[in-house]
C-alpha cells in the first residue's frame, strides 16, 4: 500500500486553473488499487466540492478519501465538505479581511485579480484567467498577484498574519498555517505505508515530503511539477517532468498505474 498527497492548483489542474479529467482518472486508479490518496491545498473546501469532486466516479468509495483544504484549516473525510471541520483558530480576522478586499480592488488590478469568497480561514485573492494560450494575459496575471503581494504585506503583518503567494493566488493565513499541519493530521490517521508520493509545483510543497519523513517514514518521493528549480531535501528523492502544471502529473502517474 503507498500513500500519495497531492497539492490541487497546479498539479491536477492546467495553467488557467481548470481540473483535468484524465488526471483525476489516473487518481481514480490508484484508489482502485487500494492506496490512500489525500489533497493538501490551499483551495476552499467549496472550490473542490464545485470544480474536483463532480469529476469523480460515483461508483468508487470516496469515504477514505483525506482531504485538506486552506493548507491546513479545514480538515475531513470523504468528498462531503459539510462534514469537514474547520478549525477555528486559524480564521484570519473580519477586519482584516475587509482591509485586503479593499486592497483588492484598487483599478490597477481590475480584470486580472479577484476576491475569492469562498475562504473561510483567509483573504484571498486569485487570478482572473483568459482565454487558454494567452500567455500575456498570463504574465499580466502573476505580476499583478506579486504586486498585490506586496501592497498587503503590511497589512498581513501588522495583523500577525503571513502572506503565501501561490500559482493562482495570494493569501494572508495565520502564520501558524502551513501544509505541515494537514500532513501531519493525515499521517496520524494512516496506517503506516510502505511508500510516500507526494506531488507539487511550489517549493512550500515540499514541506509534506519534510513531515512525512519527520514521522519515521521512509521510501519518500516528491514529484515536482512546478517551474524552475526543483527543491531537495535529505532522504527525500526528487523526480520531476519537463512539463507544468497536470500535464507534468500525468506524465509521472503513468509509472505508478502501469500505463
Known sequence: MAFYMFDVDGVLTDENARPDHDAVKMIEKLAEDGHVISFVTGRSRGWLGDNLFPLFRSDLDWSSLYCVSEHGAIKGRGTDISS???????????????????????????????????????????????DPGDKDHLNKTRQALRDYADDVESIATNSGNKTVVSTYGVDVIHPDLSKKIGAKWILEEISKPEEVFVFGDSGGDMVMAVTARDHGLSNITFHWVGEGDEPHEENITTVSSSNPYSEGTKDLLKKHIGS
Do not use: F, P, R
Open 84 to 130: 469537514w471541520n474547520l478549525d477555528d483558530h486559524y480564521v484570519v480576522s473580519d477586519h482584516v479581511k475587509e482591509k485586503l478586499y479593499n486592497v483588492s480592488q484598487k483599478d490597477e488590478y481590475n480584470g486580472l485579480i479577484q476576491w475569492d469568497q469562498t475562504k473561510e480561514s483567509m483573504g484571498t485573492v486569485e487570478a482572473i484567467h483568459g
